[in-house]
């Protein structure tokens, strides 16, 4: 297997990543998520690698503490017995309870799971609440199925993940494929099972039953106050910006929505099919009444929208990625962005990128951007508002209370604003310069490591 991984002066972070690669050999994006976070965290190595070596602890933060596959059956509409795989990846528990989300999508496979439980843990760490890092879902498809095939493979799914799972134990919550609907079936069969109100063991619930204000709001609105604070560090302001977001699902919708409270310019957004271009700004009413009210496409825009252009996607680029823009929010799905795109996007004056997906960017449309001066803020960073709030949803269900919208999300804004701090702190105490997705991964990573070295050796 060919490796893009480039040496560092540690043999030994070095040699954990190539026997990583060795046991991990048919999990691309497991191995791409190791091969950033380790080759950014050198310069901590360096310092300590006598220490780490003898303790190992690089190879004990690369593997999973526990991996979770089960068989899901469920019952069609026609009656007809349907068999679907499931995760749980408890990656990384010495900061808190596992914490991290449900994908219900056809492309779930283990590789996929370790990758975003891997990033778990480092977002987890820096939002400085007390939550580790988990992920898991299925390769269920919620398109297309109605309401009853996905109460029936919601409670099926829940059968076996509540062995595994409790409000001190692993808390998931919501990702793509798994939204208020499906954690309220989730948490109904939960609950029947164990006969008991749990009301912390998911997140993302609705709000009549110990859910929280702005969780619907919160990566998107999250990803707008951390990219705020990282053009305002660098002198850049916000304001009247042309911004591209691609995706149209929560996390673009709300980033969108923040953008636009900023008085940025939203003109362009997509979906899997291709994207819509409006010049004069993104009707944000229009996408969320497609999107979230009609579950349509988004070619839809132009029927109330005739002067905007819709371009369907027909090559390896995503059209979106050729309309010219100030910043750029990848919010869809992993590897969105690889070198060819991210060289159309500087040709085209990009001058910042913010990560609201789970890695969007490939290793080497990272290192294109870093180097060429662009300003990149990693979803590990910048995307962490969802799991902050679902923190504090955790906390309100402890406490049994409610706060309002504008109390979480001035809680949010701080969270987010100390998260860009600490990104900027590590990057400049370790000589990394405007380069935050080091910065995060450094800070992350001294926070981790501590606890794992406090902890002993498991």
């Known amino acids: 297997m060919s490796s893009c991984y480039l040496e560092t002066k540690s043999q030994y972070l070095n040699d954990v990543v190539k026997k990583t690669e060795l046991k991990n050999q048919n999990e691309a994006e497991f191995l791409q998520a190791i091969r950033e976070v380790l080759s950014s965290i050198e310069p901590v190595v360096v310092k300590h690698e ?14 999973p503490e526990r991996v979770i596959s089960f068989r899901v059956p469920w019952v069609d509409d026609k009656g007809q017995v349907q068999v679907n795989r499931g995760f749980r990846i408890q990656f990384n528990g010495s900061l808190g309870p596992y914490k991290g989300g449900l994908r219900f999508h056809p492309s779930v496979n283990q590789s996929i799971m370790k990758f975003l439980a891997f ?48 409000q001190d134990t692993d808390v998931p919550a919501g990702d793509i494929g798994v939204g208020a609907r499906e954690i309220g079936y989730l948490f109904g069969q939960y609950r029947r099972i ?50 591209i977001i691609s995706g149209s699902g929560n996390v673009a919708i709300y980033a969108c ?19 819509i271009y409006d010049k004069n700004g993104i009707k944000l009413d229009i996408i969320k009444e497609i999107k ?18 819709y371009y369907e996607k027909a ?6 990625f050729n309309i010219k823009a100030d910043i750029v929010l990848p919010c869809a799905t ?3 962005i690889n070198l060819e795109t991210a060289k159309v996007l500087l040709q085209n ?20 951007f870093i180097e060429n001066k662009v300003l990149v803020a990693p979803g590990k960073a910048a995307n962490a508002g969802g799991v902050a709030t679902s923190a504090l949803e955790m906390c309100q269900n402890s406490m049994r209370y409610f706060w309002s919208f504008d109390e979480v999300d001035k809680k949010l804004e701080g969270i987010m604003i100390n998260i860009f701090n600490q990104c900027q702190s590590a990057a400049k105490e370790y000589s990394c310069g405007n380069n935050y997705v080091a910065g995060a991964n450094i800070a992350a990573f001294l926070k981790v490591s501590e606890a794992m070295k406090s902890q002993g050796i498991i």
Not at 257 to 275: P, T
Request: net charge negative.
């Open 50 to 63: 006598e220490e780490y070596k003898k303790i190992a602890l690089l190879e004990r933060l690369v593997e």
């Open 119 to 166: 990033e778990q843990i480092f977002k987890n760490a820096l939002t400085c609440l007390p939550i580790g890092g988990g992920k898991g879902g299925s390769d269920f498809d919620p398109k297309g199925k109605s309401d009853m095939e996905i109460m029936h493979f919601c409670q099926s799914f829940m059968n076996e993940l509540q062995k595994h799972i409790g």
């Open 194 to 243: 164990r006969n008991t109100y749990e009301a912390g063991v998911l997140t993302g619930k609705g709000l009549d039953y110990g859910g929280s204000l702005v969780r619907k709001e919160a990566t998107g609105y999250g990803l707008m106050y951390f990219m705020r604070e990282m053009l305002k560090a660098n002198n850049i302001e916000i304001r009247n910006k042309n911004v």
């Open 257 to 275: 929505e923040k953008a636009q409270h900023m008085d940025a310019n939203v003109i362009a957004m997509s979906d899997s099919s291709g994207c």
């Open 292 to 309: 979230e009210e009609k579950r349509g496409r988004i070619k839809e825009y132009l029927n109330y929208v005739p002067n905007a252009v």
């Open 315 to 320: 090559s390896n680029i995503p059209p979106i």
């Open 334 to 336: 992993q590897n969105e």
């Open 349 to 368: 004056g990009v001058i910042a990128i913010g990560e609201g997906a789970n890695m969007p960017c490939t290793n080497e449309a990272v290192e294109f």
